[in-house]
């Protein structure tokens, strides 16, 4: 029979971190349940929809927890319902006592809640990823490469292996992430501090979109572990475990050209805001496209909607080298493009009015790229 106290906002903190990868519409209805383990050094929270599974351990040597454990034990609460319940509690100090019949009595300054608990044993177990030699990397730097792909993967369930993003690691230290949903590519290479052993990869990019609000930015590094079908990254306190993708990733290597045309380089905060200002209006317009023109190295962006208005605007370029071109592009890729852009400077090149254009940081050294595939209009 389960019996502890513990601070109420060290406890929050961990469920609420749990519940991210608990679904409440999930078609395994046990699934919607968290999972406290207590033993003698700590508290094991497990929260799982099938694709991702999260294990946060609350350790009884963390002052900060005030975590006092009379007697171990394991049960299952209503993930969303027993995170409400808590969160309501009036004093800094929660007392959890587990009574006959899998019943859970919460204890908090005046306030006494019980709630109705079920057996651990129906909980799946999560599947064992081997955790040796790990593959080490600093968070800061996942995150950021995450946030610079992860947003280019399709959101169709058409072409399953398109909604996961690529990273393969190629002599033990270099790395290379790709996303792309056929429109539109994003691509970062990067070379690591520490090596590591090859692999070839797809994660699924919900899920890497997960790890970026879990893994906090006070954690500074995650092991990352492999199994055939599965990817742990592991903290000190949280294991967060997805699944892989099934299936070859396209080859987008041959995709990126190499030889251009014309080419501006534009300040990027200046060119967002134009392409938002020019989104407002290709919103209501049939194809949603604006228009890009380059002629005796000035820069327009323009959008006609008969319904609406028109956009004639002309873009503050930094430098326009090439021939002239005009070429039609949804304005939102291009805007989510820049976002994901941490340099100052953006290069923009071109091949022509049908054949996708590169987006770059106009600095050195950075190995990132992008593709935009234009839209043909008449």
């Known amino acids: 029979m389960i019996q502890f106290s513990i601070n109420k906002n060290v406890f929050l903190q961990a469920l609420n971190t749990t519940k991210r990868a608990i679904s409440t519409k999930n078609a395994i209805p046990i699934l919607s349940t968290v999972k406290i383990t207590v033993t003698s050094d700590g508290i094991t929270l497990t929260g799982s929809n099938g694709q991702i599974s999260?294990?946060?351990?609350?350790?009884?040597?963390?002052?900060?927890?005030?975590?006092?454990i009379s007697s171990p034990g394991a049960i299952l609460l209503e993930a969303g319902f027993f995170i409400n319940i808590v969160s309501s509690l009036p004093d800094v100090v929660v007392d959890f006592n587990e009574i006959e019949q899998k019943q859970v009595v919460l204890t908090s300054g005046k306030s006494e809640i019980t709630l109705k608990g079920k057996d651990a044993?129906?909980?799946?177990?999560?599947?064992?990823?081997?955790?040796?030699?790990?593959?080490?990397?600093?968070?800061?730097?996942?995150?950021?490469?995450?946030?610079?792909?992860?947003?280019?993967?399709?959101l169709q369930e058409s072409r399953p292996i398109l909604t996961g993003v690529h990273?393969?690691?190629?002599?033990?230290?270099?790395?290379?992430?790709?996303?792309?949903?056929?429109?539109?590519?994003?691509?970062?290479?990067?070379?690591?501090?520490?090596?590591?052993d090859d692999f070839n990869v797809v994660i699924p990019s919900r899920s890497l979109r997960e790890f970026t609000v879990v893994f906090t930015d006070d954690i500074e590094t995650v092991e990352v572990f492999f199994s055939n079908n599965q990817i742990l990254f592991r903290s000190e306190h949280i294991s967060f475990y997805t699944r892989l993708l099934e299936g070859t990733y396209p080859d987008t290597d041959r995709l990126i050209p190499t030889e251009f045309k014309t080419v501006a380089v534009f300040d990027t905060a200046n060119l967002r805001h134009s392409m938002e200002r020019a989104r407002l209006l290709s919103n209501a317009t049939q194809n949603g496209t604006v228009k890009l023109e380059i002629a005796n190295n000035i820069v327009t962006a323009h959008v006609n909607s008969p319904e609406v208005g028109r956009v004639n605007e002309e873009l503050d370029t930094l430098e326009v080298t090439g021939e002239d071109l005009v070429i039609s592009f949804n304005p939102t890729y291009l805007i989510e493009a820049l976002k994901a852009t941490n340099s100052e400077q953006v290069k923009i090149s071109f091949i022509s009015s049908v054949r996708p254009f590169t987006v770059v940081?106009?600095?050195?050294?950075?190995?990132?790229?992008?593709?935009?595939t234009p839209v043909r209009t008449n």
């Open 54 to 68: 999260i294990e946060h351990f609350i350790s009884i040597q963390d002052e900060n927890a005030g975590l006092l």
């Open 121 to 154: 044993e129906q909980y799946p177990r999560l599947q064992e990823v081997p955790t040796s030699k790990p593959l080490v990397l600093e968070t800061k730097v996942l995150k950021q490469t995450i946030n610079e792909t992860a947003f280019a993967a399709s």
């Open 167 to 196: 990273f393969v690691l190629t002599d033990n230290k270099n790395l290379k992430t790709v996303a792309t949903d056929s429109h539109r590519m994003s691509q970062r290479k990067l070379v690591l501090e520490k090596a590591g």
């Open 361 to 372: 940081p106009n600095s050195e050294g950075d190995d990132l790229i992008q593709l935009v």
